[in-house]
């Protein structure tokens, strides 16, 4: 081995010994996938495929160039219109993935003398912007509207002062108090960014997301979202003021220093935002379908948390234990991530399910039956 990789076993070991030890593998074919964020089923439609095919011949595999040199083409411009008008906001501005724009976003808005108060579970995305950016990290309880308004009482100091939440959070499929933490940061005249990485497509009406359904785009400052969960594509995006978007498009280096997105990426979320404005019941039926699933569970005695949506995480705790039965579940044919620290809080690693439109009734009245029996044995 070369000496200079020695300590690298040591590392691996340590990760084995926690549990913590992951691969990235392609999972079997033939399971029952609970595990895609491809909430509509978007992602193999026929319609977006054409349309990602479309852009791909019209302009190539590759966008040549950054946004501002000479990768921006008049798909890139298409999708950021219809983004805005999907979120009610007067403008749009895209990034290559909702990790990058988060990046971007907070590294544009905030630094050295400012100050980023997030809730305690949001995104890996999120905390790695707000540590990059500099500027001073402050986390409020989850979902806890009353305590962001205590830190921000009680942190006065500061030029610049961005609150950030999801609205439906990942790993935990609830939702946060979006007006009442709106109220306190605009209050304290601070600005407020969600992450609507989950809700969008699935939330609000036509999918705009659960800012645009509690009437808060003027409240929110940034509504930010992906094409890579809901949409079934690539790429990721904030809707915000024409101001913001220009601030962004001059300072957000995550935006700047990279190539632009492919056509073909771009096409195919044009092609779902088309697909989702003519079939604008699809959220609604998803979460029908989510609520009925997730009954059956509780029914069964698994405990799904304060799931409020398309997520529905079981409760397990010990990282074993999770490892353990996610095994147990695929051998009974059901694909079910163990979800682990440090992607949730230490003592909290839980089977993280997540229903879409492509599971059939008869596929989660299965699902419900292998998992009572799996998980309560
Ligand atoms: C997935 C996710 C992101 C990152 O989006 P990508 O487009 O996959 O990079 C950001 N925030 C949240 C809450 C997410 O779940």
Not at 19 to 31: M, T, V
Not at 330 to 348: D, F, N
């Amino acid at each position: 081995m070369d000496p200079r990789e020695h300590w690298i076993e040591g590392e691996l070991e340590e990760l084995r010994q926690g549990h913590r030890f992951r691969r990235a593998a392609a999972p079997p074919s033939g399971l029952l996938n609970f595990s895609s964020n491809d909430y509509l089923a978007l992602a193999r439609h026929p319609a977006v495929i054409a349309a990602a095919e479309r852009a791909l011949h019209a302009a190539g595999a590759g966008a040549t160039a950054s946004r501002l040199v000479s990768g921006t083409t008049a798909w890139h411009e298409a999708l950021e219109t219809r983004l805005a008008r999907l979120k009610g906001y007067p403008a749009a501005l895209l990034f290559g993935s909702g990790y990058l724009a988060n990046l971007g976003i907070l590294g544009a808005l905030v630094g050295r003398d400012d100050q980023v108060l997030a809730d305690r579970l949001v995104h890996a995305s999120l905390m790695d912007a707000a540590v990059l950016s500099r500027a001073e990290l402050l986390r409020f309880r989850h979902n806890d509207a009353q305590h962001l308004d205590e830190l921000l009482q009680k942190n006065s100091g500061g030029r610049r002062r961005l609150v950030v939440t999801e609205s439906l959070f990942s790993m935990d499929g609830d939702l946060a108090p979006l007006p009442e933490l709106a109220a306190v940061a605009e209050r304290h005249g601070a600005l407020l960014l969600v992450d609507e990485a989950h809700a969008t497509g699935v939330f609000g009406s036509g999918g705009s997301g659960l800012v645009r359904a509690h009437g808060l785009e003027s409240a929110v400052n940034l509504s930010m979202g992906t094409v890579s969960k809901a949409l079934g594509g690539y790429g990721g995006f904030v809707a915000c003021s024409e101001a913001l978007r220009a601030l962004l498009v001059n300072r957000a280096r995550a935006f700047i220093y990279t190539t632009a997105p492919p056509p073909a990426a771009v096409g195919a979320a044009l092609g779902a935002l088309e697909l989702l404005e003519q079939n604008p019941g699809w959220g609604a039926e998803l979460l029908r379908r989510a609520a009925v699933f997730r009954a059956a569970l509780c029914a069964a005695g698994l405990d799904v948390m304060q799931s409020a949506s398309q997520i529905i995480p079981i409760q397990v705790g010990a990282n074993a234990r999770a490892l353990e039965l996610a095994e147990k579940l695929r051998a009974a044919g059901l694909l079910v991530i163990a979800i682990r620290p440090p992607t949730v809080p230490e003592g909290t690693a839980r089977l993280r399910l997540s229903v879409t439109l492509a599971h059939s009734e008869d596929d989660l009245a299965r699902a419900v039956e292998i998992l009572q029996r799996v998980c309560r044995a």
